[in-house]
């Protein structure tokens, strides 16, 4: 896992698969709320009339000068659940998330989010 110190001038940044085949670009960094950790990476994706967000784990990422690269597949990480550029993920829609990249989800022990936006 890289350390995620400098994470608000990353956004902008070019995300690229494992290939190095661009999938969009970097806007935030949604964080574990049980570990601190940052957990996914939202994605601007499509054309400028038609954009959406979607999620991307940064598990395994790795940052460069001018790209953050993950380690999944760029058709996989379209196919995600997304959400709209201005819109924000619902706390049911959360497991989804998790469920598309094989992932394990829990929520906390009181029905809180896993994953919060910094």
């Known amino acids: 896992m890289f ?3 400098n994470i608000r001038d990353w ?3 070019d995300v690229v698969d494992y290939d190095g085949r661009k999938i969009g670009t970097l806007e935030s960094i949604y964080f574990d709320t049980l570990t601190d950790r940052p ?3 939202t994605v601007t994706i499509g054309l400028p009339t038609r954009r959406r967000l979607v999620f991307v784990p940064v598990d395994k990422a790795t940052v460069g000068p001018q790209y953050l690269k993950v380690t999944y597949d760029k058709s996989l990480v379209k196919d995600a659940p997304g959400i709209d550029p201005d819109g924000e993920l619902a706390a049911e829609d959360e497991g989804a998330v998790f469920t598309h990249y094989h992932l394990p989800y829990e929520q906390g022990s009181r ?3 896993r994953l919060g936006r910094r």
Do not use: Y
């Open 111 to 113: 029905g809180e989010r």
């Open 11 to 13: 956004r902008g940044l």
């Open 39 to 41: 957990a996914f990476a």
């Open 3 to 5: 350390e995620a110190e």
